[in-house]
Structures are given as structure tokens and as C-alpha cells.
């Protein structure tokens, strides 16, 4: 099995920069994609970003295209998130989850508030 977990949220104003991170554990060679949703409130969950696992291809949602950069540490089983530019439509909690062989697991999330 794999387990994720985040870490690194917390508030900024707008135009500030805050960097979210996502520990991969288990079996991290199983792994096929570890992507960023983020939920606000009274909204449904909402893709921000992926990254393939092996070829570290990205992909990012319209919104946050340009501003947010999603990456991979080589040395740790690691994702991280680089938000820059940030906004106040951002604030949300941020999940972090792991498409792996034996399905998609979620972490707990990481509270974003971005104050105008």
C-alpha cells in the first residue's frame, strides 16, 4: 500500500508564495501519478495539478497555470507545490493523492488561506 501526507499550508496575503509538500510512503515503485486537488468552501473538490511518477510530466489546471509548480524530489518519495502569484480565490484546503497500482489514496489535506 502507499500513504500520503502533507505539510506546509498556512496564510499568506495576495501575491505571496507558500510551497505545499506531499510524503509518499509504502510501495513508492508502485506508484503512477501524485497529483494537487484543493476544495474550498461550498465547492466541489477541483483538480490544480499532476506529476507522473517515472517521466515527471506535469500537467496544471487553467487557474493556476504559470503561478504553481508541481515537482518531484529525487531523493525522497516527495511532491511538491510552489504557488506564487497567490490569490485570494486560492484559499482552500489542499489534498494531496497517489495514483498507484492498488488504487488512489487521498491525504488529510492542508489548509491555504490566502487574505486580499
Known amino acids: 500500500q502507499v500513504q500520503v501526507g502533507e505539510s506546509g499550508g498556512g496564510s499568506v496575503q495576495a501575491g505571496g508564495s507558500l510551497r505545499l509538500s506531499c510524503a509518499a510512503s509504502g510501495q513508492t515503485s508502485k506508484i503512477y501519478t501524485m497529483a494537487w486537488f484543493r476544495q474550498a468552501p461550498g465547492k466541489e473538490r477541483e483538480f490544480v495539478a499532476r506529476i507522473n511518477w517515472s517521466t515527471r510530466s506535469t500537467s496544471y489546471a487553467d487557474s493556476v497555470k504559470g503561478r504553481f509548480t508541481i515537482s518531484r524530489d529525487n531523493a525522497k518519495a516527495t511532491v511538491s507545490l510552489q504557488m506564487n502569484s497567490l490569490k485570494f480565490e486560492d484559499t482552500a484546503v489542499y489534498y494531496c493523492?497517489?495514483?498507484?497500482?492498488?488504487?488512489?489514496?487521498w491525504g488529510q489535506g492542508t489548509q491555504v488561506t490566502v487574505s486580499s
Open positions: 493523492n497517489a495514483n498507484y497500482i492498488g488504487g488512489v489514496v
